[in-house]
């Protein structure tokens, strides 16, 4: 029997034709790059955003598209101000700013980070432009609800305005500051303190720095009981909030509330405040100095016989508890002396040196639970070398 002859290709086969070439992907739109920008700005990727706005302000400007260069510009100064590139962020905002003349609708974004990067009077000038702009959107939105069904619009308008409104009131808080320090020698600037936080407290009478400025002026004024008043209002805006909540108040601001409770002899209520800050964040060395020295004023503040009770400690144990923070305070400057404050460092010694004279011992507090901020990885690998050889 014959050899079975293998079919030739070209018998009973036909060649597969070739896979053609997978097309290149398009290039990113300019909206593309922007969104991308935003998303790299979020995970702090901030080269990389800058190089997707750079791209799509190049397109933006070749196109001719001034909401988009506007917009690009405006990323663009944000990702600089991250990047600690302050003269490129200030031209790219007046950039921004205008290019902006020519929409119906600017951001007041640009103002508002310029605002911060200027001198006071251009700061002044910067401010009030935001303000404007955005008192004109929140009309905007009040007339569009009053010519809509009669309600109070949906949720979205309501975030909208929401923020708006908490963007107008911290622009007159801002501008209140001014006053308060670089331009406190203007004839009017007591008139514009009282003028632009009634406004203020008019367009968002939930913001609780509205209520913390209002303090600060009144001590300016020497009127300790207003001043009470004013701190106190703010800080129950969110006294009773959880971390998690959208309106409680970053840790600058409440650090900054409770420097303002300690000038007004509010130790125990700048305590409250203290105590969560430390709960966060323990290696923070300013929340320990200022516990440090609101435990020492608060126990100078009672009488020395007194013997603590429920609701008071006695001044023995504040000062222990003053001694706890201080020394805590010192094993954080200790670890990175780098990083210290020369006044809070002198203060502090000078206040833990009049505590042992006295013979005050520092309280348990978080040295009895393990949960002290001066424990670092090399002690806990010597422990457990230690443990492995027993």
Same mark, same amino acid.
């Given at each position: ?115 911060? /990067? ?5 700061? =002044?000038?910067?401010?009030?432009? $935001? +303000?404007? #702009? &955005? !008192? ?120 900054? /509330? ?5 000038? =007004?002899?509010?130790?125990?209520? $700048? +305590?409250? #405040? &203290? !105590? ?115």
């Amino acid at each position: 029997m014959g050899r079975i002859k293998k079919p030739s290709k070209s018998s009973g086969q036909r060649r597969a034709p070739k896979a053609e070439a997978a097309a290149p992907p398009p290039p990113p739109t300019m909206q593309e790059l922007l969104v991308k920008a935003a998303q790299l700005i979020a995970s702090l990727q901030y080269e990389e955003a800058k190089q997707a706005t750079l791209q799509a302000l190049e397109m933006a400007v070749e196109k001719e598209d001034t909401k988009l260069c506007t917009d690009s510009l405006e990323i663009l100064g944000t990702v600089e101000l991250e990047l600690g590139e302050l003269d490129q962020a200030r031209e790219h905002f007046l950039l921004s700013i205008e290019h902006s003349s020519a929409l119906e609708d600017p951001s007041p974004a640009p103002h508002l980070y310029l605002a911060q /990067l200027s001198s006071p009077e251009e700061s =002044l000038v910067h401010f009030t432009n $935001a +303000l404007k #702009i &955005l !008192q004109a959107r929140i009309t905007a939105i009040e007339q569009a609800k009053l010519g809509g069904d009669g309600g109070d619009g949906n949720e979205e308008d309501l975030e909208e305005e929401e923020e708006l409104r908490r963007s107008a009131s911290r622009a007159l808080v801002g501008m209140t500051e001014l006053y308060l320090t670089d331009l406190c020698f203007d004839p009017e600037a007591e008139q514009n303190c009282e003028k632009h936080l009634a406004l203020a407290a008019t367009i968002d009478p939930t913001d609780p720095e509205v209520y913390q400025t209002l303090a600060s002026v009144r001590m300016s004024q020497e009127r300790p009981d207003d001043a009470k008043k004013a701190a106190v209002q703010g800080w129950e805006l969110w006294r009773d909030l959880g971390a998690d909540s959208e309106h409680y108040p970053p840790a600058s601001a409440r650090l900054n /509330l409770a420097k303002l409770l300690l000038e =007004l002899s509010m130790h125990a209520e $700048a +305590l409250e #405040i &203290l !105590q969560r800050l430390e709960n966060e964040d323990d290696e923070d060395s300013e929340v320990w100095y200022l516990s440090g020295w609101a435990w020492w004023l608060l126990g100078e503040s009672r009488p020395e016989e007194a013997p603590s009770t429920d609701e008071e400690e006695s001044r023995g144990e504040c000062w222990s508890e003053g001694k706890l923070c201080l020394e805590n305070y010192m094993r954080l400057n200790d670890l990175e002396p780098e990083n210290s404050d020369p006044e809070q460092l002198a203060h502090v010694k000078e206040l833990l040196e009049k505590l042992e004279k006295l013979g005050v011992v520092a309280s348990a507090g978080r040295e009895e639970e393990g949960e002290g901020p001066w424990e670092d990885e090399e002690t806990d690998d010597e422990e457990e070398e230690n443990a492995m050889e027993e």
